[in-house]
C-alpha cells in the first residue's frame, strides 16, 4: 500500500473519528444547552398567552377552543388513576383504562415490552393521565364556531357507559352523554388486535334547529420525555401533512415557536419516541388545521400537543344525527404492524413514524434481510453475522480487485523505493514517474480503499437497523449480551465483574471506563487486520496505524453490541480473504512477522 493509498485510507478513518467525536463531545452537549436555554425562554412567557392558545386546535382562529382543566396534581400515577371511574382496555397487546371524565385514552401498558430484557419487570408505560408525574394521553371532541353558545364535551365532563364492559378487541365501547340543550353526544371506541383505536363520534340533535360542530382529536403531553439526543434518531413531534410531507420538529422547537400551523388534505400528527409513539389520523381526504402547541401552564412547566381540527364542519341537522370518525395510534413501531395500517387505511406515508433516515433505500432491505434470516436462525445475533458474510459474498469481486491491486502493489515496492530515492529532491518528478509506474504496471492505487469505503454505508445502515427498530430492543445473543440494541454490559475495569464496583459511575471518566469484552475483541481484530501489511516507513502514519485500533475499541464500546459484534466479525473475515486473495497473487503475508515486530523496540537513530 503506497502514500496515496495509505493517506486515502487515513481520510476516511479521520472522516469517521471527526463524525462520531462531532457528535459525542460538541453537537450533543450544545443541543442539551439549547434545550435548558429554550425551555428557560418558554417559561417565561406570559400566562396570559398560554391560556388563550392552550387547547385551541384550530390553526385559522374560527373556532372556540375547548376548555383545559386538569388542575389537580396526585401523589403518583395510581392515585390519579383511582381517582376516576373508568372503563378497562384489554387485548393482547394492550392493557389500560379509558377515564369517563373527558372520555381520554389515558392508561396504557405495552403487554409485549419490558422496561428491561428481564421477563418479569414492568411492561412499558406510554400513557398516563393528568394529574400523574408524567401525562400523555389521547382525546377527541368537538368545537363550535367562534361566538356560539352550544354546551360541549370538554376534560371534566363525566361520560355514562352506554355499551359494552370492556374494550377489547372483539368488543367495542360507546360512551353518552347529554347536554341538556337537546344535543346528546356519543362515542364508541373501538381497539384492534395491536395498537390502532377507531373513534366515532355521534351528535343527535333533538332542537329544533341545525347544528354546525367541528370535530378535533388532541395529543397532550404535559411534561419533556428524555431523548437520545442523537443525530441518527428523531425524536419529537413528527407527522405528514400533505404538500408540508415529513414534519419533524424538536420539543425546543416547540417551546421556542409556541405553536405551528399546518394545512393539510389526510395525513397525521403525533409525537414518537425511539421504540414508542402516538398519531392521530383524520380521514385521509378530510381538510384539516393541524398545530403542534407549547405552553407552560401545565404542573410540569411544559405543555405539548399535536392536535388537528376539520376545516369543514359536520352539520347536525334538527331531529336528526351526524357523525365523524378517526384513528389513533398508540403503540411500538413494529415495523410490519406499522406498513399494515398505511396499507390497510390507506394513512399517507405512516411507514416514516419509524426514523429509517435518507438511507432508507439501504437501512430498510437490511432490515427486511436481517428479519427474514432471523425467520431461519432463531437469533438476530447470528443474522447480523449471516448478513456479512453475504455482504462480504456480495462484494468479493470488488474486494478481489482491490486485494489484488494491493497485492500488485507490494510487488512493485522495490521499484517505488528506487523512484523515491532517485527523486527525493524534486516531488513534482517522484509523482510523475509514479504515475509512469502504475501505468506500466496496470496498477490502479486507489482501488485499494474500496474494502474500507463500501464498509461506511454497511456500517451506518446495521447502525440504523439496531439503533431504531424495536425487533432490536432486548434481543439476545450468547452469553452476557442480552440486548444487541445496547452497549456491552461487562467492562475491563472491574475486571469483567469480578470487582463489586460500578466503573461507569465514575465521575467525567465513568462512561469511558466501560469496556467491554465485545470491543475488546473487535480491537485485537481490527490490530491485527493491519498488521497484515508491514508498518508504514512514515512515523506519524505509524503511530496513527497504531493507535487507531485504541481509539476505535473506546469509541465503539458505547455502540450497541450487535454492532460492534458485526464489526469484530467483518474484520475477521476480512483478514482471511484479504490473506487468501494476496497470497494467490503470489504476494507472501507474514502476518505472524508483521505482529511480532511490532511488538520489537525500534532502534534509536544514530546521533
Known sequence: MNENNRNMILAVVLSMLVLF???????????????????????????????????????????AAPAAGDATVFENREAALGASTRVAIETDSLSGSINLAGARIDDLHLNHYNETPDADSPTITLLSPAGSPLPYYLEHGWVASAGATVALPDSQTVWELTQGTTLTAETPITLSWDNGQGLVFSRTISVDDNYMFSVEQTVENQGAGDVALFPYSRISRLYTPETQNFFILHEGPIGVLGENNLVERSYGDIQEDGQIDFASTGGWLGFTDKYWATAIIPPQDETINARYFHGTSAPSGNDYRANYVAQSPVVVPAGGTASHESLAFAGAKVESIIDSYEQGYGIDRFELIIDWGWFHFITKPMFYLIRLLYEFLGNFGLAILAVTVII???????????????????????????????????????????????????????SGCWPILIQIPVFFALYKVLFVTIEMRHAPFFGWIQDLAAPDPTTIFNLFGLLPYDPSSVPVIGSFLMLGIWPLIMGITMWVQMRLNPPPADPTQAMIFNWMPVIFTFMLATFPAGLVIYWAWNNFLSVVQQWFIMRRHGVTVDLLGNIKNSFKRKPKAAE
Open 21 to 63: 467525536g462531532w457528535q459525542f463531545f460538541i453537537a450533543g452537549p450544545q443541543l442539551e444547552q439549547a434545550q435548558r436555554q429554550a425551555q428557560v425562554a418558554a417559561e417565561q412567557q406570559q400566562a396570559a398567552q398560554d391560556s388563550a392558545d392552550l387547547a385551541a386546535p384550530a390553526a385559522d382562529g374560527s373556532v
Open 392 to 446: 462480504k459474498a456480495i462484494f468479493f469481486p470488488l474486494a478481489n480487485k482491490s486485494y489484488a491491486s494491493m497485492a500488485n502493489m507490494r510487488r512493485v515496492q522495490p521499484k517505488m523505493k528506487e523512484i523515491q530515492e532517485k527523486h527525493k529532491e524534486d516531488r513534482a518528478a517522484q509523482q510523475q514517474a509514479m504515475m509512469e509506474l502504475y501505468k506500466t504496471e496496470k496498477i490502479n492505487p486507489l
